[in-house]
């Protein structure tokens, strides 16, 4: 990131130097308008980006939130922001505590960053199965990790109770709980549900997320359900995962198997997801992610990760064929590694790019 300077000519007349001076000082206040104070300005207001290939193929319009364009890079930077402010605003600690979390990883990014620039200590507890990426990434951030073993929320090993005992132990320390915290979907309803609201003139008709906290998914149906009920909210979840179930009938059953996404799908209902308003939910296999994944980097130009592949391949399942149609989903880039995701499917970027060819007319050469 380079600095930019805003300055006047010195090689002018008394009188150009003046009206030099004016102009600059004009300039100066139109692009404060423009200027962010610090990190905490930069989190949100998040592009929607239109995916042109993949629109054409579901015969509907699939816009996506960039949520990746946040500064720490996820969608989670906004559940951080909101979760300490309101601790904040109800003076639950103090500048210059700890800053506990249980997190899958996003999370605690967005933690690390928001601690940095409000002078918080960041501690982070994560499970072991978690990427090698996002506890780096964590540590350069200067948080303090340590992983677990993974074992069930009713457990008392598992990451979340370690965060809360550890939050308990000290003094002007608070654990976030994100997953339970109302603060995080409050958030959401605050600032990603209006500005979907807003940047599709309210033209959305269905909103396709997955879920973790709940969080992104509640504070964004619950905004966009006071302004149209008619809009559909669709939650997607991956395999192993129980809310697929939940939604279709109440009961707590978990898919079969496993996922190779990361800080999605749950084994349980959590107060962000309490009472939320949604529709319907999707299962998404992890060969349909992978091959989504794929397609939005070779066909769209998106290197992201397999969450936001799972999204996009739900919002194509739910694909409304009606040329006025938004579908609207959350698009977040995770740190997993691509080069896993190749090995564990058999869906190359070749493959992907020999599609891309067939589908484009031949240019002539006519130099």
């Known amino acids: 990131m380079l600095p930019i300077r805003l300055s006047s000519s010195i090689f002018l007349s008394a009188l150009e ?11 100066s206040e139109i692009f404060q308008k423009h200027i962010l104070d610090g990190f905490l300005e930069t989190v949100g207001n998040t592009p929607l980006i239109r995916l042109p290939r993949i629109s054409k193929d579901a015969g509907c319009e699939i816009l996506v939130k960039a949520e990746f364009l946040n500064p720490g890079g996820s969608v989670k930077d906004r559940a951080a ?40 200590k960041c501690v982070i507890f994560m499970p072991e199965n978690q990427s090698k990426e996002k506890i780096d990434i964590l540590r350069v951030l ?7 073993p993974v074992v069930p929320f009713t457990d008392p090993l598992n990451y979340n109770h370690y965060a809360r005992r550890y939050a308990e132990k000290l003094d002007n320390a608070l654990w976030t709980n994100q997953f339970d915290n109302r603060a995080n979907r409050m958030g959401h309803y605050a ?13 959305v008709d269905a909103v396709v997320l997955s879920t973790g906290t709940a969080g992104t998914l509640a504070g964004v149906s619950m905004f966009l359900k006071e302004k149209n009920s008619n809009i559909r909210t669709v939650l997607a979840d991956p395999p192993g995962s129980s809310l697929y179930h939940y939604i279709k009938s109440g009961k707590l059953d978990r898919t079969d198997g496993s996922s190779i996404t990361e800080g999605i799908g749950q084994g349980r209902i959590t107060e962000n997801l309490k009472d939320a308003p949604i529709d319907e939910s999707l299962f998404v296999s992890d060969q349909e992610t992978v091959n989504m994944t794929f397609r939005l980097l070779c066909e769209e130009g998106l290197y992201v990760g397999a969450s936001s592949g799972l999204n996009v391949a739900a919002a194509v399942t739910v694909r409304m064929r009606q040329d006025d149609i938004y579908l609207v989903e959350k698009f977040t880039k995770i740190y997993n590694d691509i080069c896993q995701l190749r090995q564990a499917f058999e869906y190359s970027t070749v493959e992907c790019r020999n599609k891309r060819a067939e589908s484009e007319p031949n240019i002539t050469d006519t130099r």
């Open 81 to 120: 922001y909101f979760l300490i402010k309101d601790a904040l605003d109800k003076n639950l600690i103090k500048p210059g505590g700890t800053i506990v979390e249980g997190t899958a990883g996003n999370t605690g990014i967005g933690l690390a960053h928001i601690c940095n620039a409000m002078g918080f």
């Open 17 to 27: 130097k003046q009206s030099a001076k004016t102009f600059v000082r004009l300039k």
């Open 142 to 148: 200067g948080a303090e990790v340590t992983t677990v």
């Open 191 to 203: 600032t990603t549900g209006p500005e979907i609201w807003r940047q599709t003139n309210g033209k």
